[in-house]
């Protein structure tokens, strides 16, 4: 969600919140459709807060952390409480810390990027995705994705994450992933595109993909076998050793080859529920290898230990560990 639309949100929840209060006329109606019409954004603002309020129902009636009164709260009496304001002032108040709250729990519990997401994993999900033409795109865990197809092209959006697309061939309708404003032009092909910090990283598997940066100024045709790694300024190409090792989490496995610790902690936590937290810097680039079960991924965590004999690790709960 962009910096501007966030405003139109907040107007939105606004209005539902009125909308809900129990004291919404029909004059408030006619305001709501007038503000609606007024802007396409309106609309979609509107939406929205409509798709995520009904989203949250079932937080709805659920206990939170810290809402149970404190045990002496429990068998305080009641103090009377004396309200000298209007009954219009606190509901016009009640209704603007309602769209506060909803908006600050829509953010919390429904990241803004995937809103706009057609399908999208939760951590350690998996899921596979036949598009109307025919091709696969299959999500890695916690990714997301947004389809645009029309008779010109057919465009998919890789908001978050990793996906893998096995591409159906059709010349008169390109198939062009597009990742933080990078573009892979792929025709009858199976390829691999990652989003990490700052750069976002193509396997190409089959065929053959075209790539550009974000200005247009670099383009680079991968083969089969080649990986791409592309920033806002320059894309670098390296070859694999084996096609069988890219992309391998489709088979259920995590492959470490000499990675330093922190980034095999990294690629653990893409994975784990919970975290898993290095709190020695001084062993941070030492290398790890080894190729560990996506199911059972706990055992990359204990193959760490393997690797590096130094390396302490104390387990606070089953979601969280701290390496030292």
Not at 41 to 55: G, K, S
Not at 91 to 101: D, G, M, N, Q, T
Not at 144 to 160: G, M, N, P, Q
Not at 208 to 219: G, K, L, M, S, T
Request: charged fraction near 20%; proline fraction near 5%; hydrophobic fraction near 40%.
């Amino acid at each position: 969600m962009s910096t501007q639309s966030e405003p139109l949100l907040e107007q939105a929840c606004d209005w539902l919140s009125k909308f809900h209060s129990g004291e919404f006329s029909a004059t408030d109606q006619q305001y709501l459709d007038t503000w609606r019409a007024a802007d396409q954004a309106h609309e979609q603002a509107w939406q929205q807060a409509l798709a995520l309020w009904h989203r949250m129902e079932g937080l709805r009636d659920r206990r939170l952390p810290g809402s149970e009164p404190l045990l002496q709260e429990r068998y305080q009496k009641p103090q009377p409480y004396h309200n000298t304001a209007p009954p219009s002032y606190h509901r016009h108040w009640l209704a603007v810390a309602a769209s506060i709250v909803l908006v600050t729990t829509l953010v919390a519990f429904f990241p803004p990027t995937l809103w706009q997401a057609d399908y999208s994993t939760d951590t350690g999900e998996q899921r596979t995705i036949t598009l109307a033409d025919g091709s696969l795109v299959t999500l890695n865990t916690t990714s997301a994705v947004a389809i645009h197809f029309d008779d010109s092209i057919r465009r998919v959006e890789l908001l978050k994450g990793e996906a893998f697309f096995k591409v159906t061939k059709r010349e008169h309708q390109p198939f062009v992933v597009t990742a933080e404003d990078k573009e892979v032009r792929a025709v009858g092909t199976a390829f691999d595109v990652q989003l990490k910090p700052e750069i976002t990283q193509v396997e190409l598997v089959e065929g053959i993909v075209e790539i550009q940066d974000p200005q247009h100024r670099h383009f680079q045709r991968l083969l089969a076998g080649q990986t791409a790694l592309v920033s806002n300024n320059s894309i670098s190409v390296q070859s694999n050793n084996s096609l069988a090792s890219m992309a391998l989490w489709r088979e259920g496995y995590l492959q470490f080859d000499g990675i330093p610790l922190r980034d095999a902690i990294v690629q653990i936590n893409r994975y784990r529920p919970g975290k898993v937290v290095l709190l020695n810097n001084g062993l941070a680039d030492k290398r790890v290898s080894g190729v560990f079960r996506l199911d059972a991924i706990d055992q990359a965590v204990s193959g760490l230990k393997a690797a590096i004999p130094e390396l302490k690790m104390t387990t606070l709960t089953s979601y969280w560990v701290v390496l030292r």
